[in-house]
């Protein structure tokens, strides 16, 4: 399996060598495994994306027509798509629960984790729904943005393959957070653009289709949860650094559907529904406590009390959580949507821990003589072995070594009991059956029980079985799932051009017109503030600007024909004081809420002192904050006005939380 990460090293490289934006997804003709199996996968999907159409025509025409004849051979044709349809989801199952894949190449021997495998999507054409809403809604000329349409598909057709590693969860949060400016700048409250979005369910191939751009993103998150599955799957967990980085990528994957079970409603796939989003969240904590359980034992002191005792609790802690998962499997809605191989897996890794924290008590009570003896005067040896279990042992005092043995063969015969068990659960699986890592971890773990048990056997043993009772769980480390990140992904809009977003966006409407201001002694007559673009803060009653038609609340977007929606205060200001002597033209727009408070307030004579005092109160307010004073500059040379550049309030993106959660309808 030494292939699987040449896409992803070659990544790396680009990445080491841009260290800006990745822009660049996994080659898909690469023949690595996992591409591959991508492969495979996307070919079943429109598989049985064709069969379902099939059969939807099929089940119209028996319902439409009344000719028996039709019906009988409708209905033998539905028989054959049905039974079609059936081969095709077991064979996306298997591919579903080809675990291997996505394992660490490593030698030494690791359980198996659970990865998901990657929503596969459609590739889509935006170019004319985007060029056609530039024209209509920003009335700018569509054919001058071809190059920032090209590059948001180009961004999009990446991030359908991306790489497995750091790389690839960039650029799927790049993209995400270009989901972002794409929503503001093209998706109107009322109106769609007109663009579906197709994704495949991941586990059954099942395609949905919508025009809701938050179908779009939910699909996305899921994807970058699904990363991060299987970057934490293929950790080589057999040195602490793997386990912690494993460890760091399930409680970020369980972050992810969790964040994306709280902010998006109404799915329409079954694995990004509320019941299967909060079994990955358990199955994705699951598995950090096992990696958890792996670090504890990877550090155990054999003859050392403590340490096997902490490694019993552990064991047994993963072995609750793995139950927590079946539980959460066997909902009805999801009892025959997951696939038969991951239950199977929970079920032979419940036994299997239960087993391993068996094992662990009984070394502690067998191997760990000495150090309980020396513990007798303060007794916490023996405390210590009381407290480990659910309950006290029954008719057995533990400060005696006889009875510690007794307690410790009791132990290992239930260690062996659940070692069969996991063997038997494994061995019902077919797909677990070809499984050899699995396989080798169980029979080892079997094997070292039966020759713990065998070595402490004694044939003229005729004391009473004891019952060893159950091992009390507990973890010295919780799991802290973790929130994507999406502010540590630095961006620039693709669409900056069309000018800053909190004007220029599908949310407002605005009325663009030219003006010509001509010069004149007394200068032009109006206030500028702000920045981005610099606002008409105030004209002045039978000056040039009022006559030219500007009002109070025009933004300037163009000075002589020169773009000017992202300039500075200063730099509209040196505009205008190097124009000629024939004046200059400004191209200016006013939002549609500003027309109408002033078509409102010329209605309504009564209410201008309230507006003046308003304005007055909203200027004095501005004052405070620092901003631009309203003053009147002129032409003058040194004259009283002046003019003080402010900084535009930078608008601020907020990746890291939604305040509305959004519906995929």
Known sequence: MSDNASDEDAALREEGVSGESVRKGCDPLVLTQRSKLQQRRAKLNQQINRELRLRTGAENLYRATTNQKVKETVSLELSFVNSNLQLLKEELEELNSSMEVYQTDSEKVNVPMIPLG??????????????????????????LYMAEIKEFMDLRQAMRTPSRNGAGLKLLMEYYNQLYFLDQRFFAPHKTLGVHFHW?????????????LAFEKGSLLFNIGALYTQIGARQDRSMLPGIHNAIDAFQRAAGAFLYLQENFSHAPSLDMSSPALSMLVRLMVAQVQECVCEKVTLTIEEDDL?????????????SDVYSLVLQAMSVPLLKDYVPFSWVSVVQVKTQHFRALAHYYTAVALCDCTDMIDKDEDDGSGVKALVQVHTRPPDRLCLQEPEDRLRLGK????????????????HGVCKILRKMDILQEVLSYAHTRSLEKYSGIDQEDDFCEIAEAPEIQSHT???????????????ITDVFHRLGPLSVFSARNRWVRRRVCLIQEETGLGLTLRGDSPVLVAGVLPGGCAAEAGLCEGDY???????????????????????CSERGVELDVITLQTHEMERRAASLSPSSDRETQSARQKGHSKDNDRGATSLLNWSWRSGGGGGVTKRLGSTFSLPFGSLHESESMY
């Open 556 to 578: 300037i977007v163009a000075v002589n024909g020169s773009d000017c929606k992202w300039a500075e205060h200063a730099e509209v200001v040196h505009a205008l004081k190097s």
């Open 476 to 490: 010295h480390q919780k799991p802290d799932i973790q929130t994507p990140d999406f502010s540590s992904v630095r």
């Open 306 to 318: 403590m340490s096997n005792l902490q490694a019993a609790q552990e064991a047994a802690r993963v």
């Open 118 to 143: 990657l929503k596969e999507t459609k590739e889509i054409d935006m170019t004319i729904p985007l060029q056609d809403f530039i024209s209509e809604h920003y009335g700018e000329d569509a054919s």
């Open 200 to 212: 495949y369910d991941s586990l059954t191939g099942v395609p949905s289709c919508q025009r809701a």
């Open 410 to 425: 009791a132990h290992l015969r239930k260690a062996i009991i659940r070692h069969e068990e996991a063997l038997r659960l």
